[in-house]
């Protein structure tokens, strides 16, 4: 009641469009005329170049308050194709997945989107088929195209509930889920996401009805900084995204390094869309650590390791350590063709979650997942025609915003052939997090009794954290309180020799970091060791936290990472030193009780 809709509008000009929206959606408690509301809002933004907010706008919602309680959103048809409980069965899920990108990733499709939904779409046919979990109840199913966008996915939570999901599985990354729970959280809608990891999500009073199957990166964040302890490097920079996954890890790994006596020379942080990197590049230059701590997408890291070698940031003494994101196997896609990658990635040291690999569990995942039948034919063109409970296509997909020129139309094709290319360990998170909801169910409504229609949000969401069994990623439970993965959190360790990323080494939160023998025998740790430790430095070994260039007088203590002094009776001539030379016998420092330049 206190700000206008053109007030509004204009506040909000460089804000994500999804803000706006959000705000609005609280506003109408109170304001009878949404779509008046929504007009006038969306006349001045345009007036006002507000573009991002227009596309999110375009698709509309209204809501209102029946009888004292809240109402049902009213979402338009283009955000679905379907609205109420045209189809469903006894239980109905919501799965958020990232299948394209928005017209700002120019429609791209997301092939480690679609392995996530085809993983949660086998583990639903197998409960949905099984006498042992959920016998008498029938999961149904709507699928929605998240795009890896907070506003998107945001419009879809809203398309979710108007089919009347009970659960939400989703969506994949960190600020879609943030977005995506300021909607869902109004309905006392559990989600369970099998990807978003930031540690923001672990904020109760936010996001109470948030949970996850994959580890918070307040787990990698401690990996990182005990990887530092590892080799001794007492001084490191940071670079990181200004999203939510970027904010919250580096934040997590700035108390966790100074924590262990670590000390953080910088951080930079970048627009998650940013493509030139030079102030942060030059800012960490300045400082001279020679350990960069990198906490973004696999996109922005190498465009950002691409430009920092082009600056002098990286190549031979430098290490640069990412975080999951930016560690996947996808951030060699990403650089130029003119860049160097071979001399860019060499001794980059990374973070993966374990995704059971090598256990019985895992085995038989993968053996289910390569006698999937393909949804894609690159031959023929051919696209499977599969549709979900709402009777929406799963892999024919009508909602990507990009049009051929050539072809007015929005059809394209998110299914593959099912191999073992990119089978990361999300794809096995999302497979576990279909069990968590139904293991929930099936206290509930087979031990517990209580009728499927009169089950609440709140009593659901109480039974998924109280879930525990033995999934594809390993033991599975969670905080009572936070919803965050309490067992099986474990990271694989990755190092590049310039050309792929090999597991070597593991990091758990109960035996910290262990790293295979640098020669590649005598393996120690749960991986296989056959790959040799490589660093960037010509002699192949551990570079340094960071070189100072200590003035004439001083020397550089690595064990310290600062200058000393000479003490009497030594003396450093130049900058530089790393050490102090004794004076010649019969002579004297020039300038007892000081640092000393010389002897006499």
């Known amino acids: 009641n206190c700000v206008t809709a053109e007030t509004l509008a204009v506040m909000c000009k460089d804000a994500c469009g999804i803000f706006v929206a959000f705000t609005l959606l609280q506003v109408t408690h109170v304001i009878s ?8 809002f969306t006349d001045t933004a345009k007036s006002s170049g507000v573009q991002a907010t227009e596309s999110h706008l375009n698709a509309g919602f209204g809501y ?16 679905n194709g379907i609205s109420g409980d045209e ?12 299948l394209f990108k928005t017209t700002a990733g ?39 195209d998240s795009k890896r966008d907070a506003g998107q996915s945001f419009f879809q939570a809203i398309a979710a509930q108007t089919w009347g999901a009970d659960v939400v599985v989703g969506p994949a990354n960190s600020g879609s889920s943030v977005n995506s729970q300021l909607l869902l959280r109004e309905y006392d809608i559990p989600q369970i996401s099998y990807s978003s990891t930031s540690a923001e999500l672990s904020v109760v009073e936010q996001y109470p009805y948030f949970m996850r199957t994959c580890p918070s990166d307040a787990f990698q964040a401690v990996g990182m900084a005990e ?13 990181y995204s200004s999203s939510a996954y970027g904010t919250a890890g580096i934040e997590a790994f700035v108390v966790a390094a100074r924590e262990r006596g670590i000390d953080v020379l910088s951080t930079q942080s970048f627009q998650p869309d940013a493509d030139d990197f030079s102030t942060q590049i030059q800012a960490t230059l300045d400082t001279e650590a020679k350990v960069i701590i990198i906490f973004c997408s696999s996109h922005a890291a190498a465009h950002l390791m691409e430009q920092g070698y082009s600056m002098g940031l990286g190549g031979s003494g430098y290490v640069f350590i990412g975080s999951d994101s930016a560690s996947n196997i996808h951030i060699y896609d990403h650089f130029t063709e ?3 990658v071979p001399n860019i990635m060499r001794g980059f040291h990374g973070f993966n979650p374990f995704s059971g690999d090598g256990t019985e569990a895992h085995d038989a995942f993968i053996e289910k997942w390569l006698n999937l039948a393909p949804t894609y034919d690159e031959t023929t063109g051919w696209c499977s025609e599969a549709k979900d409970d709402a009777g929406t296509f799963i892999w024919r997909r009508y909602d990507v915003e990009c049009i051929d020129e050539n072809f007015a139309t929005y059809d394209a094709c998110a299914g593959f052939v099912p191999d073992l290319s990119d089978v990361s360990g999300y794809v096995a998170y999302s497979y576990d997090a279909v069990y968590t909801v139904a293991y929930a169910l099936h206290e509930l ?12 949000g709140a009593e659901i969401f109480s039974a998924m954290k109280n879930v525990r069994f033995n999934g594809v990623t390993g033991m599975v439970s ?13 990271y694989i360790l990755l190092n590049s020799d310039g050309y792929k990323n090999n597991p070597i080494g593991v990091w758990n939160s109960y035996t910290g970091i262990s790293v295979c023998p640098e020669t590649g025998a005598n393996a120690m740790v749960s991986v296989d060791c056959a790959f040799g430790q490589v660093w960037s430095t010509g002699e192949n070994s551990a570079p340094r936290g960071r070189i100072l260039t200590c003035e004439a007088g001083y020397y550089y203590a690595e064990d310290r990472d600062t200058c000393v002094a000479c003490p009497d009776g030594f003396f450093a001539a130049t900058t530089g030193a790393t050490s102090c030379t004794p004076c010649p016998p019969g002579t004297f420092d020039d300038t007892p009780g000081v640092p000393s330049v010389g002897c006499s």
Not at 33 to 40: C, H, K
Not at 64 to 79: E, M, V
Not at 478 to 490: A, K, M, N, S
């Open 227 to 239: 990887l530092c302890i590892h080799y001794n490097w007492t001084s490191v920079a940071t670079l």
């Open 338 to 340: 003119a860049a160097d």
């Open 478 to 490: 969670f905080d009572q309180e936070t919803g965050d993965r309490t067992e099986g959190v474990e």
């Open 87 to 98: 189809y469903g069965g006894n239980v109905k899920i919501g799965a958020m997945y990232p």
């Open 445 to 456: 409504i087979e031990i517990q009794g209580i009728p499927e229609e009169e089950l609440s």
């Open 106 to 144: 120019d429609c791209q499709y997301d092939p480690a989107g679609a392995r996530r939904l085809q993983a949660f779409l086998l583990a639903l046919e197998e409960i949905n088929n099984s006498s042992d979990i959920l016998p008498n109840t029938r999961l149904s199913y709507s699928v929605y």
């Open 64 to 79: 209102h308050i029946a009888n004292g309680k809240k109402g049902r959103l009213l979402a338009q048809d283009n955000l």
């Open 33 to 40: 005329d949404t779509n008046t509301v929504l007009e006038q």
